[in-house]
């Protein structure tokens, strides 16, 4: 496991933009397989995107996508959430989680950081 600390919440106007950063501990950051994961008020844990350790590729929840873009700095130990266009809908608290290279499950999770878009 890692552990996980996530920055850059805030809030921001419909249609504007956020990066959160989650940042790891540890030196075999670049072994793991990121996430951004987000909850709203009254709502279950949904995911939003991930990023595969190896091959840096990425995918997104149709309800973000064209719109949120993931991307990572090993050197740094960071994964980042570009969101952009944001939407009163997109206001949840967003988590960042971490996943081993060859594992299934994500068992290192970051405290939260709470985004805020007004409408």
């Known amino acids: 496991q890692v552990q996980l600390v996530e920055s850059g919440g805030g809030l921001v106007q419909a249609g504007g933009s956020l990066r959160l950063s989650c940042t790891a501990s540890?030196?075999?950051?670049?072994?793991?397989?990121m996430a951004w994961f987000r909850q709203a008020p009254g709502k279950e844990r949904e995911w939003v995107g991930h990023?595969?350790?190896?091959?840096?590729?990425?995918s997104y929840a149709d309800s973000v996508k064209g719109r949120f873009t993931i991307s990572r700095d090993n050197a740094k130990n960071t994964v980042y959430l570009q969101m952009n266009s944001l939407k009163p809908e997109d206001t949840a608290v967003y988590y960042c989680?971490?996943?081993?290279?060859?594992?299934?499950?994500?068992?290192?999770w970051g405290q939260g950081t709470q985004v805020t878009v007004s409408s």
């Open positions: 989680a971490a996943r081993g290279a060859y594992t299934t499950i994500y068992d290192s």
């Open positions: 540890g030196r075999t950051f670049s072994r793991y397989n």
């Open positions: 990023i595969i350790w190896n091959i840096g590729s990425t």
